[in-house]
């Protein structure tokens, strides 16, 4: 006799909208939510719709110009049908709610339900939050005031009195210094998915991880009057000439620098029509080599290439070692069971790839492909107490760029199979999400290099303690920041390693067009970090 399994219960979902037409980035919420299979959609609310207000008539001027020359693809916002993925729930009025016994009741109309109906589920009503005011449309606040993240932000509104609280955060970086369309559109199919994780988290925990909402508000914006808007304008008139001048003075480059043991940086600088950028360094006998990206413009993508140094400079190079029909860069080199390999940030083929040095350091082969998924960017390895871990940035659907989202793998081998962590991604915030290195312990302690990329890409380096890490939980905490902070024209660092006593990172710098000058020796917050 076979033994029967129970399977678990489904989460009961309601569901409040005022329109079966709903925005692109709703339905992908709702797609996500039936495919994680945890939850079923009991009771469609249809309440009616209010009637939104367009803002005055500068506010309707820059909407029509944003969408004009700042087009969303795909847009997230573009209205669909959302019927047929909710027919087989029945519709309920707003009396019926509480004797359905939910679970979750998800809103999609008006705010103001949410607190009438906050005790008409088990763990209250669930809506979506973009931005930091009610009174500033998402979006414009950042804009106005150059605020480099945009947050967005899935709450709860339960229990009685209702009480508000955070289900799950996202911080994005604000793409375009003019276009609050292009921003949004981003956050919102990012958004997409944060339904579906919560919903599985619950599933597993039969509790929610709720956080408290800090009430300070930034006054300093008024809501989108013409006045506003005005001002507005008049700043983005400003921006736009500042740039036109910059990029006339000057350009942006990466270059590397590099010291052994604890002397003075020194500079790798390429030449003007390429960058070099996410340096590895190894040493193998008593020499030392960097693997890097090597960006040609004219080719408009990067190979990977090798340099020898020593304590005075370049040994030997730079070489050319692995070159596809595709993007290179991140080369994260290890040796491992006597050979040496790589995995390289190939992006564009979906997937994340081992290739093994069959001459070290100029001969690469493709040795297996460990993980396909969404445009992996970074995958960094290591492997702890015989876990092998690779944290590798994931792009969601619609996402322009892939900065933000922090997704963590395991495996009992370097050649997998690679399991995905229960709490996917770890980490979901622009200013530490992206590795930025290899990991390293110091003083028994594991740190994670991440990349800041709030302020721009590429800004700063973030250096966070691991404080849990297993197949089911992931936590870590900021204890440092490397800062683009020794030289006025370097504006980033977004790499540091360091491994057999040298310390290699790549540096963003603006390199003027007419006196071209070499930027004093990294310094600065780079001597607040010891590295074990």
Known sequence: MTEQVDKPT???????????????????????????????????????????????????????????????????????????LIDTAPAASLDDLEKLNLDVLLNFGPSEWNVKLAGSAKYGVWFYVFGTSEKTPPGLREVMTQNPIAVSSLRSMSGQPPAEQIIYKSTSPTLSRFSVGLNNNSCYWKSAAFVARSLVDLHESHDVNATEISQSTDSSVQPSTNAAMGAMFLKLSGRAASRVLEKLSSFEQWILAYRIKQSEFKYLIPPADRFW???????????????????????GRAHIAVIEVDQNGIVSGPTEVLKLDCHLSYPFVFEWRGDYYMIPETGDKNEVALYRSVSFPFDWQLEQVLLEAKCPLDATLIEVNG????????????????????????????????????????????????????????????????????????????????????PTEYSETEVAKVLPDWDKDVIGVHTVNTLNEITVIDCLTKRRRFGARTPHPPKGSLDLLSFG
């Open 10 to 84: 489904l989460l009961r979902i309601g569901l409040i909208i005022d329109s079966f037409t709903q925005p692109r980035w709703v339905r992908q919420c709702l797609e996500k939510i039936r495919a994680a299979g945890v939850a079923s959609f009991e009771a469609v609310v249809k309440v009616p719709q209010v009637e939104r207000r367009e803002g005055p008539l500068l506010y309707k001027l820059y909407n029509r110009l944003d969408r004009s020359v700042f087009p969303a693809t795909p847009d997230a916002l573009e209205l669909v049908s959302v019927e047929e």
């Open 277 to 299: 950028a996410d340096p590895f360094p190894i040493k193998v006998g008593e020499k030392y080599y960097i693997f890097f990206e090597d960006y040609v413009n004219s080719a």
């Open 387 to 470: 876990k092998w871990w690779m944290f590798v940035n994931i792009q969601e659907e619609g996402v322009l760029v892939n900065w933000d989202e922090l997704h963590l793998y395991y495996s009992g081998s370097l050649l997998g199979p690679w399991k995905p962590h229960a709490r996917n991604p770890v980490i979901s915030d622009v200013r530490s999400a992206r590795p930025a290195g290899r990991l390293f312990w110091s003083n028994n302690v594991l740190y994670r290099p991440g990349q800041d990329s709030s302020m721009r890409y590429g800004y700063a380096t973030t250096i966070s303690r691991i404080d849990a890490l297993s």
